[in-house]
C-alpha cells in the first residue's frame, strides 16, 4: 500500500495544469475508485514508473494504473499526466483516465483525454469506446449511444462560441472512438486563462462526470454479460486495442522525452499490467 499511496499522491497533485483541471481529473478518479470499491487493487507500479522526468528535467510523467479484481467487470483503470516544455518555451499537458473492462462483459470502455499546449488551448476527448461493430450489432449502437443519449452531451458543449470540432489526424484514433464522441477544441484567445478556466469548471467537468457516471452505471456495473461465443472476438480485438494505444502514446513520444532506458522500463510495467 505504500506504493499505492506515494505514487496516488504524487499522481492527484497535476502541478502544471489550472486550479479547475486538477480538480476535475481528481474528481473523476475518485468518482471511479468510490463506486469501484474494492474491486479495484492497489497500484503496485514501481515508485520510478508511476512518477518519472527526464535528466534536463524538461519534461515529467505520471502513471497510476489499478488492476481489477478477478470478480470484477473491470480490467484495469489508467491515469496519466505528462508535462513537457516546448523549444518555444510554452508547455504541453496532457491528463487521461481510461477505464478498460474485461470478458465478462462486452460493454464499452471509458476514456478522456484532455491536451492543453496554452493557458487559451485545449483540446477534449471524451468517448465510450465501443468494444463490438456498430454495424454487426445494432442493438449494442442503441443500447449505449442512442438510448444513453450521449449525443446531447457532445451538442451541448458544440454549441459554446469558444468551442470548435477537433479532427484528429490519427484515422486510426477516429475508427476506434464511437459516432458520439466529444472531440473538440476550446480556443480562448481574449481574457487570457480566466475564460478557460471557466469553461472547464462550468460546461467540461459537469458533462466528463455525466459521461462518466452513464459509463459506471451502464458499463462497468450493468450487469450485462458477454456471449461466450464472442469471447474469442473480444479478447482479439481487447488486445489489439492495448497494442496499438501502447505504441500511439508511448511508443510515439516517450522515447524522444526519456530516453530508451526509461522508455523500456515504463512500456513493460503497462504491457504486464495491459497483458500483452
Not at 225 to 237: D, F, N
Request: proline letters at 6%.
Amino acid at each position: 500500500m505504500d506504493l499505492h499511496n506515494q505514487g496516488r499522491a504524487k499522481f492527484l497533485e497535476f502541478p502544471f495544469v489550472s486550479v479547475p483541471h486538477r480538480a476535475l481529473m481528481v474528481n473523476l478518479l475518485s468518482t471511479v475508485e468510490n463506486r469501484l470499491g474494492l474491486q479495484l487493487l492497489p497500484c503496485t507500479l514501481p515508485l520510478d514508473v508511476q512518477h518519472c522526468q527526464n535528466e534536463s528535467g524538461t519534461a515529467q510523467a505520471s502513471l497510476h494504473i489499478r488492476s481489477g479484481q478477478q470478480s470484477s467487470t473491470v480490467d484495469f483503470i489508467l491515469g496519466s499526466w505528462l508535462h513537457c516544455k516546448l523549444p518555444t518555451g510554452a508547455a504541453l499537458n496532457i491528463t487521461s483516465l481510461s477505464a478498460y473492462l474485461n470478458l465478462s462483459t462486452d460493454a464499452p470502455n471509458f476514456v478522456i483525454e484532455l491536451i492543453q499546449s496554452s493557458p487559451t488551448s485545449l483540446v477534449l476527448i471524451l468517448d465510450l469506446p465501443p468494444r463490438k461493430d456498430l454495424v454487426l450489432y445494432p442493438d449494442y449502437l442503441q443500447t449505449f449511444y442512442e438510448d444513453s443519449q450521449l449525443e446531447t452531451r457532445r451538442q451541448m458543449l458544440q454549441k459554446l462560441p469558444e468551442v470548435q470540432p477537433y479532427v484528429t489526424s490519427s484515422l486510426y484514433l477516429r475508427s476506434l472512438l464511437s459516432p458520439t464522441a466529444i472531440m473538440i477544441r476550446v480556443e480562448t484567445e481574449e481574457g487570457g486563462a480566466g475564460p478557460m478556466e471557466e469553461i472547464v469548471k462550468n460546461h467540461v467537468e459537469p458533462v466528463a462526470v455525466e459521461v462518466l457516471g452513464l459509463w459506471l452505471d451502464h458499463c462497468a456495473c450493468g450487469g450485462r454479460e458477454a456471449r461466450e461465443e464472442e469471447k474469442a472476438y473480444l479478447k482479439k480485438r481487447d488486445e489489439l486495442v492495448k497494442k496499438k494505444t501502447i505504441e500511439i502514446d508511448l511508443g510515439s513520444n516517450f522515447p524522444r522525452l526519456f530516453g530508451p532506458e526509461l522508455t523500456d522500463k515504463v512500456m513493460g510495467a503497462i504491457r504486464d499490467v495491459y497483458n500483452v
